[in-house]
């Protein structure tokens, strides 16, 4: 089965600086794709980015990059100069492959607090 | 392009009572999934109908049903509401061409948020 976990509950960082959010995975599956999404307190899912296990290069969009690491199944986020609007929480998920459709599952998130 | 939309925002209900969401899908999108997601939790897969019909189940109860309809607009149902079944409710519509060239497949809505006294 596959699994997603988030070890940190919580994470507080000041405006300007990095942040590195952990995400470990587990399938069996050679094939498979990893997300990150932000949440803020309205509750609408923003998708951030995304990486694919056959990708030789860490995806990066922007501010965000995703540190991929297969052999120890994780998939970090780093958000490189954190705005106070970056307050929010994060949701590490992966695609799921059934028989016929396809489906995300997610971690249970890490709040992240962007002080000034 | 209008985005994913979901009516209503917020619900309140009581035990035993039934309830139905809606969901509006983005243009061009002829998937969509729905999401539990209980405070402090990750988003949970409900269901997915494809083409109006289901074509995926998480574990949930049969008193969880949906509808897609023709224009691909979605409908959640749940009867005999119990307390555990307040959660905010995700749905998401997936293009039919596949993912976005950024990579993303399911777009989601604002949710609403249902609360079972």
């Known amino acids: 089965a596959q699994k997603i976990t988030q070890t940190q509950p919580g994470m507080f960082v000041q405006e300007k600086e990095a942040v590195t959010l952990d995400c470990t995975y587990d399938?069996?599956?050679?094939?498979?794709?990893l997300f990150w999404y932000k949440q803020p307190s309205s509750g609408e899912m923003i998708f951030l980015i995304y990486q694919g296990s056959y990708d030789q290069q860490n995806a990066t969009e922007g501010r965000y990059s995703l540190n991929f690491q297969k052999a120890r199944k994780s998939a970090n986020l780093v958000i490189s100069a954190s705005q106070l609007g970056d307050s929010a929480m994060y949701f590490c998920?992966?695609?799921?492959?059934?028989?016929?459709?396809?489906?995300?599952?997610f971690g249970k998130g890490t709040m992240l607090l962007v002080s000034p | 392009e209008t985005g994913v939309t979901q009516s209503p925002t917020h619900l309140i209900k009581t035990r035993g009572q039934q309830v139905t969401l809606r969901c509006s899908s983005q243009?061009?999108?002829?998937?969509v999934s729905w999401y539990q997601q209980a405070l402090g939790q990750g988003p949970q897969f409900i269901f997915q109908y494809y083409r109006e019909e289901e074509n995926g189940r998480g574990n949930f109860p049969p008193r969880f049903s949906g509808l897609q309809f023709p224009n691909y607009s979605s409908e959640l149902n749940v009867n005999a509401l119990e307390l555990d079944d307040s959660a905010l409710y995700l749905c998401?519509?997936?293009?039919?061409?596949?993912?976005?060239?950024?990579?993303?497949?399911?777009?989601f809505g604002p949710g609403t948020r249902l609360t079972v006294l």
């Open positions: 998401a519509s997936s293009p039919a061409g596949g993912p976005s060239l950024s990579g993303n497949e399911q777009f």
């Open positions: 243009s061009g999108h002829n998937t």
């Open positions: 399938t069996s599956d050679p094939s498979y794709g």
């Open positions: 998920a992966m695609r799921v492959l059934n028989s016929g459709y396809s489906t995300l599952t």
